[in-house]
């Protein structure tokens, strides 16, 4: 039985496990039609002289896609080919995990036009995210011989 809608009431604290529950119920729900999904991790993290994370990619594969969730090179370290050299290692891993593509947003201020020299296109669009800006999602999708090479 479900909640009574008057109890429903939003919050920036849930309580552990709750992401978990909705995730193996949503999970659960579409099950029938696509299989399980089992999100896995892609992490390439930049480390700095000390041994501390600086910058990276973080990102996971899941229905045979790869979402870039963050990708951050230290302003020291722009120019360098880093950036790219991560996309390259996060789309060679992607492929070797029988990837069709990968898709990442971007903020129009941010990393829009080095996307754009890496092969991505423009999917959509959400204007005034932030205010005044836009949220720019990519994909790319990988050609066929590739798609498909390795494990899954």
């Known amino acids: 039985m479900l909640a009574d809608p008057a109890a429903l009431a939003p919050s920036d604290r849930p309580a552990p496990g709750t992401f978990e529950a909705i995730y193996r119920a949503l999970d659960a729900s579409s099950h029938h039609v696509i299989g399980p999904v089992h999100p896995r991790l892609l992490v390439i993290p930049i480390r700095a002289e000390d041994g501390s994370v600086a910058g990276g990619l973080w990102g996971s594969t899941a229905c045979r896609w790869l979402h870039v969730e963050m990708l951050f090179?230290?302003?020291?370290?722009?120019?360098?080919?880093?950036?790219?050299?991560?996309v390259a290692a996060a789309e060679t891993e992607a492929r070797r995990r029988g990837c069709l593509g990968v898709h990442v947003d971007a903020f129009s201020f941010q990393a829009a036009p080095f996307y754009r020299r890496l092969g991505y296109t423009v999917f959509g669009v959400l204007e005034d995210f932030p205010p005044g800006h836009r949220r720019i999602f990519f994909r790319k999708r990988f050609d066929a011989p590739h798609c498909c090479a390795g494990s899954r």
């Open 73 to 86: 090179v230290p302003e020291s370290q722009r120019g360098q080919g880093i950036g790219s050299a991560l």
